[in-house]
């Protein structure tokens, strides 16, 4: 069974550019969720999908990150403007559902580092 | 609110030793816990996971937790540390909200084994 793919798998780019990440997660995977891992730190969520609709996005910075997944498949992280603090490695995750009453485990994928110059 | 906490940033051990990486949580509703490892440039990889089975749960490479609730904790433990268990560890909490469930990682905790 594949896993979760990411890419690209390293970007450097200067503060106040774009950036977009893209996250292919395992087939049949229904749920799909975006972290940010700040060196030293455990990774915080950003955006949780059930299917193409938003569950949680409640520590996403709006005013610099947006995400979307449409058809329910690939999802696309972008930051514009980015800056110096969103130095960090990304990761996308999926899981086979996340409805109440179910928990289910998540597979990650191997993430991206992102460095701001 | 919920919310995840690893005792210790880190964990030095000898290999063939014991090794306890130690995790409280909160939580007003009964938590799911996991335990994920992440090895140097390489995924999160998931340990073992509790959900309201067994209380005492065994995962891969011989580590294993206990669910503890009077103690609000679960703590991962291994009898014997490999040097291939050198690696950071995250005590993860799920808690239902609505929408779905929502996922708390710890800070972390990094496991040194020495020869």
């Known amino acids: 069974e594949a896993g979760v793919a990411q890419s690209p798998r390293y970007k450097i780019i200067e503060k106040r550019q774009s950036v977009a990440f893209w996250c292919n997660p395992i087939?049949?995977?229904?749920?799909l969720y975006w972290y940010q891992q700040i060196l030293g730190q455990g990774p915080k969520l950003l955006i949780q999908?059930?299917?193409?609709?938003?569950?949680?996005d409640s520590q996403l910075p709006k005013d610099r990150f947006s995400a979307e997944r449409l058809k329910g498949v690939d999802s696309t992280l972008k930051i514009q403007p980015a800056k110096l603090e969103d130095s960090a490695v990304y990761l996308c995750?999926?899981?086979?559902?996340?409805?109440?009453?179910?928990?289910?485990?998540?597979?990650f994928g191997p993430g991206t580092r992102l460095t701001v110059l | 609110a919920q919310s995840v906490t690893q005792l210790d940033s880190h964990v030095s051990v000898s290999e063939g030793t014991p090794v306890l990486l130690r995790c409280n949580y909160s939580s007003s509703y009964s938590p799911s816990l996991f335990w994920y490892v992440q090895h140097p440039n390489k995924g999160l990889q998931l340990l073992l996971k509790?959900?309201?089975?067994?209380?005492l749960v065994k995962g891969i490479n011989g580590f294993e937790a206990e669910f503890k609730k009077s103690e609000t904790s679960f703590h991962l433990t291994k009898p014997s540390a490999h040097m291939s268990d050198a690696a950071e560890y995250f005590c993860v909490v799920s808690v239902l909200r609505t929408g779905g469930f929502k996922t708390i990682f710890g800070a972390g905790t990094r496991l040194f084994v020495k020869a």
């Open positions: 509790y959900t309201s089975a067994a209380t």
């Open positions: 999908f059930q299917n193409n609709g938003v569950v949680d």
């Open positions: 995750a999926s899981s086979l559902r996340n409805a109440q009453g179910y928990t289910d485990t998540q597979y």
């Open positions: 087939s049949g995977h229904a749920t």
